[in-house]
Structure formats: structure tokens, C-alpha cells
């Protein structure tokens, strides 16, 4: 107790008195004068090159950091691209920029120092992990062409969560969004990531993930290249979109995933066709279904009408024509053959008949021979005993008859 | 040719196919051909309805789409 009143006491004893502006100036001349021109080396880190012309950096290790600036003027002294992970020795003055109470080193020139060790891990585990194969084009899974739902991982705050919903939201309304946020930057980021995408991949509705984060150094993204994150996405079996940072930083997570956007924003966009698109497809189908009906119905029109002109059904009477051609070719034929058995048997008669004048009667009666009727001028009488004594008879001869009567029969006498 | 079946295009243009050839074939009898040309008119006639209920129904479906 007394020895703590007693430092109190001293402390205020001391008459002299700083305001901060003093103290800070002291503090710039001290630095100022006693670090001049001076070389350090580290690993550069969030890199700036706006368009004033300064560049502006973090120049760090593993357990500190400082900050760096390379005014236009020096930039000539410049013959290198800076980037962030190079390691490099700057060369200049270190400052105190009094108004914020920091230090800051005045670069004047750069030097390559290597490069910066994240860098090589970064490169170490890229090739490790390619050589298992999981960078492979083979093992990339088709993205849903229409997802009707999709998981959103990402940070909870920032603008790469807007990003994604607004753009999802107004490209594809239709479209059900889960958000599962998570840290994204540090060394918890990665299982909480992780367990994100397991979440994500036992749902069965979720067709699709977007793993997001926006722009930051190296080591900010560092999460999204730890080896435990890459094979979980490489198992996943929903398909994964990675959008982290900006256009020119790739993560080994860009690599594993089964589509690498630039940004959060390209992502959304690369997530889902727009409903735009989806209806003018539509559309497109709707045209097209209907030329081709039209075409299915004019060709089953043709075939049909083509059926109804052959002959065979355009003209029934034709059917019966050749029926009745081959009728009258028949009739014609019986009449044929009617006239020839007709002429054959008329020859046939008219030699006969020529036959017949040879016995003619009368052509007999000529040569002198007569004929003896009965009395009633019915009966030829041919024998003796036709006849009796006394009975009247007619004998026709060539020119006349004579009415006589029997006298006497006699009898032919046996030879 | 059963009334009851319910007509399908494709068979009966086939049949329909088979029945003018046969009738162009001089060799069938008269009796054969009166039938296949009945059964051919008939065939024409449900063929030609089955066309124009299929225009009037893309007619309506098309209408609905444009409404």
C-alpha cells in the first residue's frame, strides 16, 4: 500500500508535463533522426495502387506488421510488379504521421527478397493437392441448369451476402434461398465453412452452394486455402460455385470447386439462368411446337389425299368397268361360239338333206314305181295282207292317182 | 374393321394403303372389292375427322396461349 502511494507520488512529481501533439513530435524527431535510410524486409500485404499515384502496403512477418508508402515521385526506382505474398526489402525512412499517431516507412526503393512464405505454402499445397487430382476437369459436376434451390454461404455482414441475394432475388425470383452465414477470415473460418457445406449437402432440396466472400489480403482469404476446406469441397456432392475476392485472386477453393467466379456478384449471376432467359426459352419452344405441328398435320394431310386420288378410290366405277369389260369379252365369246355350233349344225342338216333328196318318193314315182293307199288315203299299204278282194284303193303315181278296186292277190312264191 | 376400337391414324393409313392396292389389283373379285371400297370410304372419312380434330385442337391450344 505505501510503496503504491509512493510511486503515485513521484509520478506526480514529475513537472514534466507532455500535451500528446509534443509528445508525438519528440517521438518523430527521435525515429526520424535515428532510423534514416534504413532497409526492411518482410512480405508485402494489402497492396494499394490508387490513381493518386502512391502506393500504399503492409510490409509484415509472422508477428508484425507495419505500415508502407512509396510516394509517385520514387515510383521511377520501381522495376518491379508488386503484389501481395511477395517478400521484398524496402528501402526508405520511417515516419511518424503525427496527426494519427503512427509510424509509417517512407519507401524510396524495392528490392526482391524471395518470395513471401505464404506464397510458397500457397504454391506447396496447390501442387500437392492437383497431384491427388482434385483440381481434375473430370471430377468438375454439371451445375443445375434451373436450381430451384440454393445454399449461400458466406459472411452475414458486407457486401458480398447483398450481392449475392439482391442479384438472385431479381434475376431468379423463383429461386429459394437458404443462407447458412459463417466466419470467413481467420483461423476458425475454415470448419465453421466446412460445416456449412455439410449442412448444405445432406439437405436434399439444396441443388446448389455459393461459397462467397468479398475482397481482402492474402491472409484474409488464407481460410480458403487450408487443405481440410479443399477436400471437403472436392467431396461435396452438391455442386459448388466459389466466388471469393476479386477478379485476381484465386484461392485453392476456386480450384477445387466445380465453378470458379471472379467475384461474390458473378457467382449469383452464374448460379441461375434469370427468369428472362427461362421465359424467352419458352417462348422459343412454343414457336417452335407449333411449326412442327403445323408440319406433322400437312404431311398426314398430303398422305391422306394422296390415298384418296389413286384410282382405286377416286373412281369406283373404274372398279366396275373391267368387270364389265371382262363380261362383255365373255359375252362376246359365247355368242362366237353360239354362231359356230349354229353354222356346224346347219351344214350338218343341209348334208343331210342332200342325203335325203336321193330317196326321195317322188323321184321314185318318175322312175315308174306307185304308190297303193288305203281307201281312206291314210295308210301306205306295203303287204298282201294289208289287203282284201273287192277293196277300193288309190295308187298314186308322178302326175295322178287312180281309184281302183283289188280283183285278184296273189302271192309271191317262195324261192 | 371392329367400330368399337378407338380409330389410330397411323394404322388405319397403312390399312388404307393395303385396301387401294388391292383394289388396283385386277384379280380381286367384285364382291371383295364393293367391301374394300366401302371399308375405304369409311376409313377416308375417320381419317380426315381424326385431322380435323387435331387442327381444332392446336387451333384452341394455340388460342390459349396467345389469351
Not at chain 1, 473430370?138 to 452475414?156: A, D, Q, Y
Not at chain 2, 367391301?35 to 387435331?54: A, P, R, V, W, Y
Amino acid at each position: 500500500m505505501l510503496k503504491e502511494k509512493q510511486n503515485h507520488e513521484s509520478f506526480n512529481l514529475t513537472k514534466n508535463i507532455y500535451t500528446v501533439s509534443d509528445f508525438t513530435n519528440s517521438l518523430k524527431n527521435l525515429i526520424e533522426e535515428k532510423f534514416s535510410f534504413i532497409s526492411i524486409k518482410g512480405e508485402i500485404s494489402n497492396l494499394s495502387q490508387p490513381t493518386s499515384g502512391h502506393i500504399y502496403f503492409t510490409l509484415k512477418d509472422e508477428k508484425a506488421e507495419i505500415k508502407a508508402v512509396m510516394f509517385r515521385g520514387y515510383k521511377n526506382n520501381l522495376k518491379l510488379n508488386l503484389h501481395d505474398g511477395m517478400e521484398i526489402i524496402a528501402v526508405g525512412d520511417v515516419s511518424v504521421y503525427t496527426q494519427r499517431g503512427y509510424h509509417q516507412l517512407i519507401v524510396k526503393n524495392i528490392e526482391v527478397a524471395g518470395q513471401g512464405s505464404l506464397f510458397i505454402a500457397f504454391e506447396k499445397l496447390k501442387k500437392k493437392l492437383n497431384d491427388q487430382g482434385l483440381f481434375d476437369k473430370f471430377h468438375k459436376k454439371k451445375l443445375p441448369k434451373f436450381p430451384l434451390e440454393i445454399g449461400i454461404i458466406t459472411s452475414s455482414t458486407g457486401a458480398a451476402v447483398e450481392d449475392i441475394i439482391n442479384i438472385l432475388t431479381r434475376r431468379a425470383p423463383h429461386v429459394k434461398l437458404n443462407l447458412r452465414p459463417t466466419i470467413v477470415q481467420g483461423t476458425k473460418a475454415s470448419n465453421d465453412i466446412i460445416q456449412a457445406i455439410d449442412q448444405f449437402d445432406k439437405n436434399k432440396n439444396i441443388e446448389l452452394i455459393i461459397l462467397g466472400r468479398g475482397g481482402g489480403s492474402i491472409e484474409d482469404l488464407w481460410c480458403f486455402n487450408e487443405e481440410k476446406l479443399i477436400n471437403k469441397i472436392f467431396e461435396c456432392q452438391t455442386p459448388i460455385i466459389t466466388g471469393i475476392g476479386h477478379e485476381t485472386d484465386f484461392t485453392l477453393a476456386d480450384f477445387a470447386s466445380d465453378l470458379r467466379a471472379p467475384t461474390p456478384s458473378a457467382a449469383a449471376e452464374l448460379a441461375s439462368i434469370s427468369l428472362d432467359e427461362i421465359e424467352k426459352k419458352l417462348i422459343n419452344f412454343k414457336v417452335r411446337f407449333s411449326e412442327l405441328l403445323n408440319i406433322i398435320m400437312n404431311n398426314s394431310w398430303q398422305r391422306l389425299d394422296n390415298i384418296s386420288i389413286r384410282y382405286g378410290f377416286q373412281k369406283p366405277s373404274l372398279l366396275i368397268e373391267s368387270k364389265k369389260k371382262h363380261l362383255n369379252e365373255k359375252s362376246y365369246q359365247l355368242k362366237k361360239n353360239f354362231q359356230n355350233s349354229f353354222n356346224l349344225k346347219s351344214y350338218h342338216v343341209e348334208s343331210i338333206k342332200s342325203k335325203l333328196q336321193i330317196i326321195d318318193p317322188k323321184l321314185i314315182l318318175k322312175r315308174g314305181y306307185s304308190i297303193v293307199y288305203e281307201n281312206s288315203k291314210n295308210k301306205i299299204i306295203k303287204s298282201i295282207h294289208e289287203i282284201s278282194n273287192n277293196e277300193d284303193v288309190y295308187v298314186k303315181m308322178s302326175d295322178g292317182s287312180i281309184k281302183t278296186q283289188i280283183k285278184k292277190i296273189i302271192k309271191n312264191e317262195k324261192r | 374393321m371392329k367400330k368399337d376400337k378407338k380409330i389410330n391414324f397411323e394404322d388405319s393409313m397403312n390399312r388404307l394403303e393395303d385396301i387401294v392396292n388391292l383394289l388396283e389389283d385386277q384379280s380381286t373379285s367384285l364382291e371383295q372389292s364393293i367391301e374394300l371400297f366401302e371399308e375405304g370410304m369409311l376409313l377416308t372419312d375417320s381419317c380426315k375427322e381424326i385431322l380435323k380434330n387435331t387442327e381444332t385442337r392446336i387451333k384452341k391450344l394455340l388460342k390459349e396461349e396467345k389469351n
